[in-house]
């Protein structure tokens, strides 16, 4: 809510113009570089930085920063977004230049979808490989979800998000998403697969897993999908999880099990080493579903902050 009837007043006035109301129209679908905004209106870039500023000023956009790049979107939660899902009701579908917006962003994200998928096939087919080493990808997605579900999933916070997987599984089930990866190029595939989804309550962002960005007690669930082997002090993983993680919340770790080898790499954890570093993070095990697999058998660790 806002804070009085001034800072209501300011944040309606920031709105009230054409190009601000399609700006914000756009970014409430997924955040957007300047460039890519540029694009879309068709208008120059000082114009419509201008227009971005007197929006972020009122709060009812966000900004943050990707290396040389500028993000925008509706924030997912607080009275800017509260304010923009309220307007969404009353735009006339049938205007010109919302129509032309809205192809113009499917272009941006065909775009963008295009720019991935040549970099997962071609820089790192080792993801889609680790995905097929399971088996049913569609068994495993309801797996994730008939564990996962059992309780609201409030905020989610998925850890090395890769591919976006684990957003695009639990995405429809949360109340808010955000997945970090310090990969920018990875960041860029997970973005784009949550726009092909229409998961615009979910957000993307380029983070360190050693060392989140994010408040203490942050989020309501935690997912690490399938990143524990990669990880040079894992248990530093599961605890830097622990601490963005509400008392309460849900971690599921996403491992493999067993004798797992993939190009003479051992992908393969004990369940109880990772139990262990669950608990010295502060968190209690609580269940293991075992899913086995074609070539790899994958265990479900979920545990609960105390």
């Given at each position: 809510?806002?804070?009085?009837?001034?800072?209501?007043?300011?944040?309606?006035?920031?709105?009230?113009?054409?190009?601000?109301?399609?700006?914000?129209?756009?970014?409430?679908?997924?955040?957007?570089?300047?460039?890519?905004?540029?694009?879309?209106?068709?208008?120059?870039?000082?114009?419509?930085?201008?227009?971005?500023?007197?929006?972020?000023?009122?709060?009812?956009?966000?900004?943050?920063?990707?290396?040389?790049?500028?993000?925008?979107?509706?924030?997912?939660?607080?009275?800017?977004?509260?304010?923009?899902?309220?307007?969404?009701?009353?735009f006339p579908l049938s205007d010109t230049d919302l129509a032309n917006d809205q192809a113009r962003l499917k272009d941006v994200q065909e775009a963008r979808a295009k720019l991935s998928q040549d970099y997962v096939e071609e820089e790192a087919p080792e993801w889609r490989r680790l995905h097929e080493l399971h088996g049913d990808e569609a068994a495993f997605a309801q797996a994730v979800i008939n564990e996962m579900t059992r309780e609201p999933l409030g905020e989610l916070l998925d850890v090395a998000t890769g591919t976006g997987r684990m957003l695009s599984i639990l995405g429809p089930h949360c109340s808010k998403g955000t997945g970090i990866?310090?990969?920018?190029?990875?960041?860029?595939?997970?973005?784009?697969?949550?726009?092909?989804?229409?998961?615009?309550?979910?957000?993307?962002?380029?983070?360190?897993?050693?060392?989140?960005?994010?408040?203490?007690?942050?989020?309501?669930?935690?997912?690490?999908?399938?990143?524990?082997?990669?990880?040079?002090?894992?248990?530093?993983?599961?605890?830097?999880?622990?601490?963005?993680?509400?008392?309460?919340?849900?971690?599921?770790?996403?491992?493999?099990?067993?004798?797992?080898?993939?190009?003479?790499?051992?992908?393969?954890?004990?369940?109880?080493?990772?139990?262990?570093?669950?608990?010295?993070?502060?968190?209690?095990?609580?269940?293991?579903?075992?899913?086995?697999?074609?070539?790899?058998?994958?265990?479900?660790?979920?545990?609960?902050?105390?």
């Amino acid at each position: 809510m806002y804070r009085d009837l001034i800072e209501l007043v300011d944040a309606l006035k920031s709105i009230a113009e054409p190009t601000r109301l399609r700006l914000v129209r756009l970014l409430a679908q997924g955040e957007l570089t300047v460039s890519e905004l540029v694009r879309i209106l068709g208008q120059s870039q000082p114009r419509v930085s201008r227009h971005l500023k007197l929006l972020c000023d009122a709060g009812v956009l966000e900004r943050f920063r990707e290396q040389h790049h500028v993000y925008y979107r509706v924030p997912l939660d607080g009275a800017g977004h509260e304010l923009s899902r309220s307007l969404s009701a009353f735009f006339p579908l049938s205007d010109t230049d919302l129509a032309n917006d809205q192809a113009r962003l499917k272009d941006v994200q065909e775009a963008r979808a295009k720019l991935s998928q040549d970099y997962v096939e071609e820089e790192a087919p080792e993801w889609r490989r680790l995905h097929e080493l399971h088996g049913d990808e569609a068994a495993f997605a309801q797996a994730v979800i008939n564990e996962m579900t059992r309780e609201p999933l409030g905020e989610l916070l998925d850890v090395a998000t890769g591919t976006g997987r684990m957003l695009s599984i639990l995405g429809p089930h949360c109340s808010k998403g955000t997945g970090i990866d310090l990969s920018r190029k990875m960041v860029n595939v997970a973005r784009a697969q949550l726009a092909t989804q229409g998961l615009t309550h979910c957000t993307i962002r380029q983070d360190d897993m050693y060392q989140m960005r994010f408040a203490d007690a942050s989020f309501d669930t935690v997912t690490i999908d399938q990143v524990l082997y990669l990880a040079d002090q894992p248990e530093a993983v599961v605890n830097e999880a622990a601490r963005v993680l509400s008392p309460g919340g849900r971690l599921m770790i996403v491992a493999f099990t067993g004798d797992t080898t993939e190009e003479q790499l051992p992908l393969g954890i004990a369940p109880a080493s990772i139990d262990a570093w669950c608990r010295a993070a502060g968190l209690e095990p609580d269940t293991h579903v075992n899913l086995p697999g074609q070539s790899a058998d994958i265990t479900l660790i979920v545990a609960r902050a105390t």
